[in-house]
């Protein structure tokens, strides 16, 4: 007579509450990981959107005619440390401006292109050029103000190394403890399957085919977590992508970037972002899941 060993969800029906909490333990550990993969990815985003548009803009005085600004133009490119520099006429800068103001009215009738000031944007090819260059057009007469951006890319660099160092830490610790949690609640369907092993032991079952059940159990706890907290991220994501979107143009609207139609967005989320989400989860579930198996299998099945 063959004796048949029972399914993974047979298994699993055995002890419904241990089931239950190894998922659930999962599921958060994959949440916060999710969270701060999502926050982290967002973070560096920002910051390549500020570190690659024009970090100085220089205002200039009505008595500042083009040839000077052509001129400084030329000045700033010998330089060899400006990777780009655009004039902004005041016509450019009102056309700017009523693409911005669009979808309000009363900010576009009193405004005309001779009170909007004539700019000069520039960028550095490198962020150690950026005070140098700030010195330099300070010192140029006729520019009314000159506002400078390395505070928020300094800002923003700092904000996104800090959710990365903590996004690990905490990351590392949940995993911790849903390897322990894992290794736990395998030890004990190890235990109460002990008459079930001794049997397939006895009759010459191989190794491999008494340890398969309990690695399957815990890839099935580690991707269903992993699987679930995909799925709560997701629905978050499009939830609050619409206001976050309005918090980033607002942003926008702060860092005097005078380029038509450029403004941060996060609305609609890409499929493709939320596609590496899974991927990201799927891929440290499998992980986590076989080697908390591997790890009770080896200190309770001797």
Do not use: C
Not at 31 to 43: E, G, H, N, Q
Not at 164 to 183: C, D, K, M, Q
């Amino acid at each position: 007579m063959q004796t048949q060993s029972p399914s993974v969800i047979q298994r699993l029906r055995r002890t419904p509450y241990q089931s239950l909490a190894a998922i659930l333990t999962m599921t958060l550990t994959f949440l916060v990981a999710s969270t701060f993969f999502v926050i982290a990815a967002y973070s560096s985003s920002i910051l390549s959107y500020f570190e690659t548009r024009p970090q100085i803009v220089a205002y200039f005085t009505d008595k500042k005619d083009e040839n000077q600004i052509k001129e400084l133009e030329a000045k700033l490119k010998e330089t060899g440390k400006v990777s780009s520099v655009r004039y902004i006429s005041k016509e450019e800068a009102l056309s700017i401006y009523k693409e911005d103001n669009k979808n309000d009215p009363l900010l576009l009738e009193m405004v005309t292109a001779d009170i909007l000031p004539a700019s000069l944007e520039v960028q550095t090819t490198q962020p150690e050029y950026l005070p140098e260059i700030n010195q330099m057009l300070q010192k140029e007469p006729e520019i009314e103000e000159v506002k400078y951006q390395q505070d928020i890319v300094d800002i923003l660099l700092a904000w996104t190394n800090s959710i990365r160092r903590v996004g690990i830490v905490t990351v590392l610790l949940f995993s911790i403890n849903a390897l322990i949690v894992l290794v736990t609640i395998i030890g004990m369907k190890i235990a109460l399957s002990r008459n079930e092993i001794d049997i397939l032991t006895l009759i010459g079952a191989t190794g491999w085919y008494v340890k398969k059940p309990f690695i399957k159990q815990g890839l099935v706890y580690s991707l269903t977590g992993a699987l679930i907290s995909w799925i709560i991220t997701s629905l978050a994501l499009l939830y609050i992508s619409p206001a976050l979107s309005g918090f980033l143009r607002y942003i926008h609207t702060l860092s005097f970037i005078s380029y038509k139609g450029m403004e941060i967005s996060v609305y609609p989320v890409s499929y493709g972002f939320i596609g590496a989400i899974l991927v990201v989860n799927l891929f440290i579930g499998f992980a986590v899941g076989l080697i908390g198996s591997l790890v009770a299998l080896k200190r309770f099945l001797k």
